[in-house]
T-cell receptor, first 116, second 111 residues
Framework: GAVVSQHPSRVICKSGTSVKIECRSL??????MFWYRQFPKQSLMLMAT?????????EQGVEKDKFLINHASLTLSTLTVTSAHPEDSSFYIC????????????FGNGTRLTVT | SQQGEEDPQALSIQEGENATMNCSYK?????LQWYRQNSGRGLVHLIL?????REKHSGRLRVTLDTSKKSSSLLITASRAADTASYFC???????????FGQGTTLQVKP
């Protein structure tokens, strides 16, 4: 089956620093990747849609300068949380699709970010 | 914005019993999908049902879709302790692959 690898699984950083999270599709080319954020015991909130070779599309209320997304190849998308603050602490999950309408999403295992 | 609402929010049953979770949504959809999430992990796709389908089966899973009521249900039969997880419905309405997730149901299956 399709595999999506997300790295790191956990990261602790100090306030004001930036953190990069990588999402790789290991055995298929992902034309589109999605970044979600999940608070404890809550659902996934879509942050942005990342398309290979073009700018990401951000959901309403998500600061694009705060959450930088780069999708430089068909197998890699990165999310950089810039100038992180404690309120950015959350579980970030990426997913990838092969681009066909209705295709299931393949999820990474998530990144637990803690900003101290 | 989240469009799916699920009930119950939490469900606790004994091993061997059936578990039913419901999902309601607001806008028109192309398909509805169910996912499972173990604590602290990513989501795993369980089943997809298209808007022109009414019922679908996969192993111990049975999904129904009622587009007139904008609702879906997931039935897990003969539950096992390993089924303990959170279950989310997600709706897709465009050709972008974008999914919007419901609030989820936390299922606990007691051995």
């Amino acid at each position: 089956g399709a595999v999506v690898s997300q790295h790191p699984s956990r990261v602790i950083c100090k306030s004001g620093t930036s953190v990069k999270i990588e999402c790789r599709s290991l055995d298929f080319q992902a034309t589109t990747m999605f970044w979600y954020r999940q608070f404890p015991k809550q659902s996934l909130m879509l942050m942005a849609t990342s398309n290979e070779g073009s700018k990401a599309t951000y959901e309403q209320g998500v600061e694009k300068d705060k959450f930088l997304i780069n999708h430089a190849s068909l197998t890699l998308s990165t999310l950089t949380v810039t100038s992180a603050h404690p309120e950015d602490s959350s579980f970030y999950i990426c997913s990838a699709t092969k681009g066909q309408d209705g295709s299931p999403l393949h999820f990474g295992n998530g990144t637990r970010l803690t900003v101290t | 914005s989240q469009q799916g609402e699920e009930d119950p929010q939490a469900l606790s049953i004994q091993e061997g019993e059936n578990a039913t979770m419901n999902c309601s949504y607001k806008t028109s959809i192309n398909n509805l999908q169910w996912y499972r999430q173990n604590s602290g992990r990513g989501l795993v796709h369980l089943i997809l049902i298209r808007s022109n389908e009414r019922e679908k089966h996969s192993g111990r899973l049975r999904v129904t879709l009622d587009t007139s009521k904008k609702s879906s249900s997931l039935l897990i039969t003969a539950s096992r302790a390993a089924d303990t997880a959170s279950y989310f419905c997600a709706t897709g309405g465009s050709n972008t692959g974008k999914l919007i997730f419901g609030q989820g149901t936390t299922l606990q299956v007691k051995p």
